[in-house]
């Protein structure tokens, strides 16, 4: 049964600090590997989606990598911002579409 | 293109009685997902449906739930006699009918049960 845990469960940075957020996931058999953020009382946002096949992916001030051998992925935020504060969610997508969640990283960027 | 759209998005309901929660996905999306968030914990998949399927339901609890994705019209998750420990967030997500492995899913803003 997949399991997917993420590390640290919260981080409280000064603005513009680099910070790294930790998953690790215990089955490799997985079709991609997602990193969501949700912020209080709404849905999930996509993003960065990094296939299988793919060792990392970027947008912006995200980076986001992946070992699949190793079962870890990280999340790299540059230049952190207080609108960047939400909760930060990685998932694996595994056979049958499922989505895989782990408990969420919470990130508060003080000004 | 509008996103996923959920209503209600908060719902009270007295022990006892039937929740349906409703999930349009995105336009052309035809595949339905829903999950559910308990207070302090993660995100749990309960069914994944295709129009007037379901093609996985591993998740949903075996009996009071259910769900449908109608030839027309919006998903229906349907909790039938809740109990407190119904009281959560439930999210749908839907995906293109591409291969599904290659996209992500688009979640809605949720429906946030309240079991009194």
């Known amino acids: 049964k997949q399991e997917v845990t993420q590390i640290p469960a919260a981080l409280s940075v000064p603005e513009g600090e680099n910070l790294v957020l930790n998953c690790s996931f215990t089955d490799s058999a997985i079709y991609n590997l997602q990193w969501f953020r949700q912020d209080p009382g709404k849905g999930l946002t996509s993003l960065l989606l990094?296939?299988?096949?793919?060792r990392e992916q970027t947008s912006g001030r995200l980076n986001a990598s992946l070992d699949k051998s190793s079962g870890r992925s990280t999340l790299y935020i540059a230049a952190s911002q207080p609108g960047d504060s939400a909760t930060y969610l990685c998932a694996v997508l595994e056979y049958g579409n499922k989505l895989v969640f782990g408990a969420g990283t919470i990130l508060r960027v003080k000004s | 293109n509008a996103g996923v759209m959920q209503n209600p998005r908060h719902l009270v309901r007295r022990r006892g009685q039937e929740a349906r929660l409703r999930c349009s996905p995105m336009k052309g999306h035809s595949h339905v997902y829903w999950y559910r968030q308990l207070p302090e914990e993660g995100l749990k998949f309960m069914v994944y449906?295709?129009?007037?399927?379901?093609?996985?339901e591993s998740g949903m609890p075996k009996e009071r739930f259910s769900a449908e994705f109608p030839k027309e019209g919006p998903s229906i998750l349907r909790i039938q006699q809740v109990v407190r420990g119904d009281s959560a967030a439930y999210f749908c997500a839907s995906s293109p009918p591409t291969d599904p492995r290659g996209d992500t899913q688009y979640f809605g803003p949720g429906t946030r049960l309240t079991v009194l």
């Open positions: 449906l295709q129009k007037e399927n379901i093609i996985d």
């Open positions: 990094i296939q299988s096949s793919q």
